[in-house]
């Protein structure tokens, strides 16, 4: 039976990438007190105001993320939303990924990574990134998910 995209939910994918799994758990002054799944929560939440579905993963693991990618590419996703952690400034392979989308990508970090350590400001990813958004706590994955919800209505 053929399926009618029209009438399926855009999907987005939200992926973080290693320790966040941590979340809520380790430097609450740092990042927080929420936890991994109430930010899953969240961006479910956020998602679904604007008719959104959501694929929320997280990973330790470079080449999944990578895989991760490539599924949401080969799925049509409609945008992607990349928190990647460590991978920030280390991986061109997620980088080589994220430029073979044509759907947005927002990159999102919990803190402002320009107000840390130097060897934090430079963001492979960023080159591949329609928008970044920093410095906001988890509400930056809320802005993040509105940003590329008010993209992706644009492009219909
Ligand atoms: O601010 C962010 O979201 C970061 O992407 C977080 C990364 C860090 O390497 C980036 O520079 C900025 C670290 C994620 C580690 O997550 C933890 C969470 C709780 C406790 C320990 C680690």
Redesign the pocket.
């Known amino acids: 039976m053929p399926v009618d995209l029209g009438k399926m939910a855009k999907t987005v994918y939200v992926l973080n990438?290693?320790?966040?799994n941590?979340?809520?758990?380790?430097?609450p002054d740092l990042?927080g007190r929420a936890t991994l799944r109430e930010v899953e929560k969240l961006c479910r939440t956020t998602a679904k105001r604007h008719g959104l579905a959501v694929q929320f993963r997280q990973s330790n693991h470079e080449g999944e993320i990578v895989d991760w990618i490539q599924e949401a590419c080969a799925k049509k996703a409609a945008g992607l939303v990349i928190?990647?952690?460590?991978y920030?400034?280390t991986s061109i392979a997620i980088l080589d990924a994220l430029l073979t989308m044509e759907a947005p990508v927002i990159e999102?970090?919990?803190?402002n990574?320009h107000t840390?350590e130097q060897f934090?400001r430079r963001s492979y990813v960023s080159q591949a990134a329609r928008a970044v958004v920093?410095g906001f706590g988890i509400r930056g994955y809320a802005l993040a998910i509105d940003g590329l919800a008010a993209i992706i209505e644009a492009k219909d």
């Open positions: 990438g290693p320790n966040l941590l979340l809520g758990t380790r430097e990042y928190n990647p952690a460590g920030t400034t999102v970090h919990i803190t990574i840390r934090r920093c």
